[in-house]
């Protein structure tokens, strides 16, 4: 019997392979950066090649690491940044163009048109997603439109998408010699292409973004024992492992936090912050800025969806002070610097590089810093940046209490930026609610290591899985009411600042 379960974590900014034993602890990890290809402002692309090379680099330290045999390994998950657009000749195995990256803003004279007529009112309804730059429908039929020969290409099958799990799955699977071209139900909710309830491409949402059916995955539930074939292609997996799962990683997180229950939720601080409520096994419609998204489907079972706040901007704002600006030297260092002054100075950064997405999906605001005196420095840029990721995260806790009736009596949070205590804490003040951060805080590969172990028998059910969960830390709120009060009313203040300052 294999002792271990494997996950690949594609993310934004690394991939990364992890091996969790039976009690759910992390017993290896390997994780490789990629680069962040920024070639006009707006625009935000990725290197396919490069992303399958690393990952398949970080599987094999990741094995080697760990001193196992593909052979312990019970199952593989893969999970991944969602919505990122990949477009590949399955006979070659060469993207057509980079990929176009979630954060990418080029489309936002598509996503603003199909805003204004009847189309956007489909999209919502059918799709639960408001038109934005953010989804894959509009990047896609920007590269149909752009790129030269693709149209054509896809027509004769020579052209195939897929957002990065399929990318990686594809070639894990054996690329041009019998790669497995398949998605779950939950990387393929944010297409903008699929129909929510009926969990499959949608004729006339296609038509709108005029996507030839040809080219897209095969949708599967998230942990099926056979629909995702096996990995057989990196080397020290010379013995085929099952891919047992497949899911977006901030649904993937929610299944390695065990929210399991409709009303549970939890806040992810990678890139972006993604904070995912489940909803149950009906989709909940916003009226308040949020999406509507499929959390998780577990073989035969219902679809069981969620309410998403998503913020483009949070860990990559922090990015952004070290490759930008040059204030910090690494991510880390945020903290010290915004520990050299006592709070920001009245000044507001509001990140909006991409826009800003919920709860107000406004792909015409641009980022900004506000209320700035001489007398202010790198620090208090520093603790605003922080700052911001918490103002961010309370604007989207705001929309859901009103979407949904819940009230959060504790934060669960997971991701990088959770390393930074000042800003845990931070969090804690303007949400006025404590923070809570699990033991093992990788909670998106535990999460897809989580689906793949379901699938392949390696754990009987979600209850065994909830035993896993230990807090290891929590920070509890030390802000005043009113000093709370006075700090949101600012920032909202400052985000007005932003609205309505592209055309698009
Ligand atoms: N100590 C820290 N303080 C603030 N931000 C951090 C810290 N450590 C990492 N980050 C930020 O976290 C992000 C990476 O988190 P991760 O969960 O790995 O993201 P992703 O899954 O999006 O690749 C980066 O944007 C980085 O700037
Ligand atoms: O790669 P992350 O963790 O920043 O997550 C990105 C999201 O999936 C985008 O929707």
């Not at 080397?235 to 990683?249: F, K, M, N, S, W």
């Not at 804490?425 to 303007?430: K, L, P, S």
Request: aromatic share 8%.
């Amino acid at each position: 019997m294999a002792d271990f379960v494997g996950a690949v974590d594609q993310g934004t900014t690394s991939s990364r392979f992890m091996i969790f034993d039976h009690d759910g602890n992390e017993v290896a990890k390997h994780q490789l950066e990629h680069t962040q290809i920024l070639p006009r402002p707006g625009w935000v692309e990725h290197d396919p090649v490069e992303i399958w090379e690393r990952t398949n680099v970080a599987i094999q330290n990741a094995v080697r690491a760990a001193r196992i045999a593909a052979s312990d390994l019970a199952a593989i998950g893969i999970t991944n940044q969602r919505e990122t657009t990949v477009v590949w000749d399955p006979r070659t195995g060469q993207p057509y163009c980079n990929a176009i990256v979630w954060q990418d803003t080029r489309t936002d004279t598509i996503a603003s048109a199909l805003d204004r007529d009847e189309r956007g009112e489909l999209i919502r309804r059918r799709a639960g997603l408001p038109p934005a730059t953010y989804f894959s429908g509009g990047k896609l039929r920007w590269i149909l439109e752009n790129v030269d020969g693709v149209r054509a290409a896809a027509e004769r099958g020579h052209a195939l998408f897929g957002t990065t799990d399929s990318w990686v799955l594809w070639n894990l699977t054996g690329g041009p010699n019998g790669g497995i071209h398949a998605t779950d139900v939950t990387n393929a909710s944010r297409t903008m292409l699929m129909d929510l309830e009926t969990l499959d491409w949608d004729d006339e949402l296609l038509e709108i973004f005029g996507v030839p059916r040809a080219m897209l995955p095969r949708i599967h539930s998230s942990a099926d024992p056979e629909a995702f074939g096996q990995a057989r292609t990196s080397r020290p997996l010379r013995t085929p492992v099952p891919i047992t799962a497949v899911l977006g990683d901030q649904q993937a997180a929610t299944v390695g936090q065990v929210c399991f229950t409709p009303g549970e939720a939890k806040n992810t601080y990678g890139t972006g912050n993604f904070l995912l409520l489940n909803t149950g096994t009906e989709p909940v419609r916003s009226r308040h800025g949020l999406i509507t998204t499929v959390c998780y489907r577990f073989g035969e079972g219902p679809a069981v969806y969620a309410l998403e706040g998503s913020i483009a901007v949070t860990g990559s704002a922090v990015q952004w002070l070290r490759d930008q600006m040059r204030t910090i030297r690494d991510a880390a260092e945020s903290e010290t610097l915004a520990r050299t002054v006592q709070d920001s100075g009245g000044i507001y950064f509001v990140p909006a590089f991409s826009g800003l997405f919920a709860p107000y999906w406004r792909s015409d605001a641009r980022g900004a810093i506000v209320g700035l005196a001489r007398y202010h420095t790198n620090g208090h840029l520093a603790r605003a940046t922080l700052e911001s990721i918490c103002y961010q995260s309370r604007d989207v806790v705001e929309a859901m209490a009103q979407d949904s009736g819940v009230r959060l009596d504790v934060l669960k949070v997971d991701g990088g930026v959770t390393a930074n205590d000042l800003c845990m804490q931070t969090q804690a003040d303007v949400l006025g609610v404590p923070v809570s951060r699990p033991v093992v805080a990788e909670t998106t590969a535990l999460g897809a290591a989580y689906a793949a172990g379901l699938a392949a028998g390696f754990w009987r059910d979600t209850d065994e899985l909830r035993e896993h969960w230990h807090e290891s830390k929590r920070w509890e709120p030390r802000w005043s009411e009113e000093r709370r009060a006075e700090g949101y009313a600012g920032w909202k203040k400052a985000v007005r600042r932003t609205l309505d300052w592209v055309e698009v």
